[in-house]
């Protein structure tokens, strides 16, 4: 299962960024959908998840409220809108699935993008 994660980049602190993964058609239909991110020397964490079928969807208490969820059905495409960019945020973002959501610790799940940049300046 190869997925695709993008947009990631340099802004000042308060501003957007949006992220973007490209997934399988069946993986996109079938599969729970989940970022997450990893800052340097810190462990990988979740931040927001789709369930199967976007039945419901879930943030971290850190990001809640200032990112959210979204798809293009048409374009197999997750994305994640990130408002109000802090410092903290600044981390290797990841799109992951699995066939269900279990949880939100990284080893539930299977299969991962290979990550992408965002760096939030003060």
């Known amino acids: 299962v190869q997925l695709q994660a993008s947009g990631g980049g340099l802004v000042q602190a308060g501003g957007s960024l949006r992220l973007s993964c490209v997934v399988p058609e069946s993986v996109f239909r079938d599969y729970a959908l989940g970022w997450f991110r990893q800052a340097p020397g810190k462990e990988r964490e979740f931040v927001a998840v789709?369930?199967?079928?976007?039945?419901?969807?879930y943030y971290s208490a850190s990001v809640k409220d200032r990112f959210t969820i979204s798809q293009d059905n048409a374009k197999n495409t997750l994305y994640l809108q990130m408002n109000s960019l802090k410092p903290e945020d600044t981390a290797v973002y990841y799109c992951?699935?699995?066939?269900?959501?279990?949880?939100?610790?990284?080893?539930?799940?299977?299969?991962w993008g290979q990550g992408t940049q965002v760096t939030v300046s003060s």
């Open positions: 992951a699935a699995d066939r269900k959501y279990s949880g939100d610790y990284f080893g539930l799940w299977t299969y």
């Open positions: 789709r369930s199967l079928n976007a039945g419901s969807i």
